[in-house]
Antibody
Framework: EVQLLDSGGDLVQPGGSLRLSCAASGFTFSTYGMSWVRQAPGKGLEWVSSISPSGGGTYYADSVKGRFTISRDNSMNTLYLQTNSLGADDTAVYYC??????????WGQGTLVTVSS | DVVMTQSPLSLPVTLGQPASISCTSSLSLVHSDGNTYLNWFQQRPGQSPRRLVYKVSNRDSGVPDRFSGSGSGTDFTLKISRVEAEDVGVYYCMQGTHWPRTFGQGTKVEIK
């Protein structure tokens, strides 16, 4: 059974940082592109970032470029999102998902990032 | 960026009746590899999104056959042949052809 377990969300002050993780199981992680998608409270879905299966290709939304870094550890079957210089607009549930073209065959349960003083 | 425009944004439907959601992209979604990366998602209240359809018309495993996707180029449609109570939620289209990936605004399906 495919499982994606998101973690790392927390309450953080403006300007702070968090590292989000997504632990994958039940499929050959190293052969899948992966993505992060977020959803602000009461809002729609927003694509944040994607990474190729090898990790050699990374892609970002303009709203996070230069502040967020996506990475993966294929030996640990884990996807990461390092988030820096967080602002109120980054408050959202962050989901990891499989794929980076046909995104979203599988989704994590989401992890909540709240940016507030 | 490719803008994905859904209509309607709110869709009250009667149980057992059909429903249709339109999604239009500002740029053709035909990729240089020949595929069209247009996906449809359902998000039930309080749940993670779930993909229903990928590459325009391919239903994901476990998705009821009352859901169908169609379209080409810039115009796409998700149809529900007979709406059931469990279909209540928000539906999103998303393009996976161009960077950055972009979602439609979402269509809220509710029962009349």
């Amino acid at each position: 059974e495919v499982q994606l377990l998101d973690s790392g969300g927390d309450l953080v002050q403006p300007g702070g940082s968090l590292r989000l993780s997504c632990a994958a199981s039940g499929f050959t992680f190293s052969t899948y592109g992966m993505s992060w998608v977020r959803q602000a409270p009461g809002k729609g879905l927003e694509w944040v970032s994607s990474i190729s299966p090898s990790g050699g290709g990374t892609y970002y939304a303009d709203s996070v470029k230069g502040r967020f870094t996506i990475s993966r550890d294929n030996s640990m079957n884990t996807l990461y999102l390092q988030t820096n210089s967080l602002g109120a607009d980054d408050t959202a549930v962050y989901y990891c998902a499989t794929g980076y073209r046909s995104v979203g065959g599988y989704w994590g349960q989401g992890t909540l990032v709240t940016v507030s003083s | 960026d490719v803008v994905m425009t859904q209509s309607p944004l709110s869709l009250p439907v009667t149980l057992g009746q059909p429903a249709s959601i339109s999604c239009t992209s500002s740029l053709s979604l035909v990729h240089s590899d020949g595929n069209t990366y247009l996906n449809w998602f359902q998000q039930r209240p309080g749940q993670s999104p779930r993909r229903l359809v990928y590459k325009v018309s391919n239903r994901d495993s476990g998705v009821p056959d009352r859901f169908s996707g169609s379209g080409s180029g810039t115009d796409f449609t998700l149809k529900i042949s007979r709406v059931e109570a469990e279909d209540v939620g928000v539906y999103y289209c998303m393009q996976g052809t161009h960077w950055p990936r972009t979602f439609g605004q979402g269509t809220k399906v509710e029962i009349k």
